[in-house]
């Protein structure tokens, strides 16, 4: 059964740093388009960032230049990495895998559980 697992979220000041992971289970990461996404509360689910499924990347505007998709094939895992963290930052954050139909971000059926990320003094 596939699973995607999700980790690294916590809490931290503003200005700070996280580095969020996703590892899959039966499903090898390498070969799709898997993305970031991120539901506040109170608020809908928005895309974060994603690597498409020609293998470029997107970033919403609120997040370019202080978050940075990445993958190591090598560990099955995916990692959002986010610099310069400000309180609306603040959601649970999920990562899943990008539609085979899909030219932008849209997500497909894989999810995982989510990451809290709170950021807070």
């Known amino acids: 059964q596939v699973q995607l697992v999700e980790s690294g979220g916590g809490l931290v000041q503003p200005g700070g740093s996280l580095r969020l992971s996703c590892t899959a289970s039966?499903?090898?990461?390498?070969?799709?388009?898997v993305g970031w996404f991120r539901q506040a509360p109170g608020k809908e689910r928005e895309g974060v960032t994603c690597?498409?499924?020609?293998?470029?990347?997107s970033y919403i505007d609120s997040v370019k230049g202080r978050f940075t998709i990445s993958r190591d094939n090598d560990k099955n895992t995916v990692y959002l990495q986010m610099e310069n963290l400000k309180p609306e930052d603040t959601a649970v954050y999920y990562c899943?895998?990008?539609?085979?139909?899909?030219?932008?971000?849209?997500?497909?059926?894989?999810w995982g559980r989510g990451t809290q990320v709170t950021v807070s003094t």
């Open positions: 899943a895998v990008i539609s085979d139909f899909s030219e932008g971000c849209d997500p497909g059926e894989w």
């Open positions: 039966e499903l090898i990461l390498a070969y799709y388009g």
């Open positions: 690597f498409k499924v020609d293998g470029d990347t």
